[in-house]
């Protein structure tokens, strides 16, 4: 166990710069969890170091398992940064649709002003209704 630890810090140390405090300071600040899922405690399979492949910079600990696509690091890889902020969106209080909806149920003259999601021009009722 001793010998798996040490080169489990090594590793770490070769690839993100990261000493075996860092990382123990890391997995203390996160609640000694996963930073995304808060479940898994790295007991059963040690945390990863998630980090950006651009900057090398180290960003969380995060549940891994390289043949495993449930796990929080796999999630992250499988959509960019902005997909993964727009679906945090839609979890948001009010949700995106709630302004939509709002305008389609709002008072108004029977063709009222739609606001975009996404950036684009507001548009009007009829103009979807062609």
């Given at each position: 166990m001793a010998d798996s630890l040490s080169k489990f810090f090594a590793d770490i140390y070769d690839k993100y710069e990261i000493t075996p405090a860092e990382y123990r300071a890391l997995y203390r600040a996160q609640g000694g969890r996963c930073f995304v899922c808060r479940r898994a405690s790295g007991k059963a399979k040690r945390l990863g170091v998630d980090h950006n492949h651009l900057t090398s910079e180290v960003r969380a600990l995060l549940c891994t398992g390289s043949l495993n696509a449930n796990t929080c690091n796999r999630l992250i890889a499988l959509y960019s940064r902005e997909a993964l902020l727009r679906g945090a969106a839609v979890l948001s209080?009010?949700?995106?649709?709630?302004?939509?909806?709002?305008?389609?149920?709002?008072?108004?003259?029977?063709?009222?002003?739609?606001?975009?999601?996404?950036?684009?021009?507001?548009?009007?009722?009829?103009?979807?209704?062609?």
């Open positions: 209080d009010p949700p995106p649709a709630r302004t939509v909806l709002a305008a389609m149920r709002g008072e108004h003259d029977g063709d009222p002003l739609i606001p975009s999601l996404v950036g684009n021009p507001s548009f009007h009722l009829h103009e979807v209704l062609r």
